[in-house]
């Protein structure tokens, strides 16, 4: 995909994200293991990607697993639609996998401020999360992560 353009075209269609939420370090830090903790068929198979939503407290609201990470968030924000739980301002979403384009996307359209990963983002994903006004973590493990935009949502 063309980068600017699909930046561009999400941008079109849906609003930045104008969200006061924050959360703090050390809540941050926790998250990863509050979501490896509640995958339940990880812990049978050892292969499934995690997708979690966290309140800024660091409470697990949701999980959903799937062998794909992109699945994962597809079923935890689907959950919460079918749910009326949407909009999902002020809230975290933690993916155990590399943050991907689509998944800034999917977390824009569900209104999701802040995005963690295990892992790292693509440069794509960056520039999409930073234009959107998103908070967006990657490497977030034990006491270190990098904080690639929005990290005024970082306290």
Do not use: W
Not at 113 to 135: D, F, H, Q, W
Request: glycine share 10%.
């Amino acid at each position: 995909i063309c980068g600017t353009a699909s930046i561009d075209a999400i941008r079109r269609s849906y609003d930045d994200i104008d969200d006061p939420a924050q959360v703090a370090v050390d809540v941050l830090c926790d998250l990863p293991d509050r979501m490896r903790e509640a995958q339940r068929v990880f812990d049978r198979t050892g292969g499934l990607h995690a997708a979690a939503r966290f309140d800024p407290g660091g409470q697990l609201l949701d999980l959903r697993e799937d062998v794909g990470r992109h699945n994962a968030v597809d079923k935890l924000i689907g959950h919460a639609a079918l749910s009326g739980a949407l909009p999902l301002s002020g809230q975290v979403l933690l993916v155990s996998g590399r943050v991907a384009f689509e998944i800034v996307q999917k977390a824009l359209r569900a209104r999701l401020p802040i995005i963690a990963a295990v892992s790292a983002p693509t440069s794509l994903a960056v520039e999409a999360a930073a234009r959107s006004g998103m908070t967006l973590v990657g490497f977030l493990r034990g006491d270190r992560m990098n904080v690639y935009c929005g990290d005024e949502r970082i306290v």
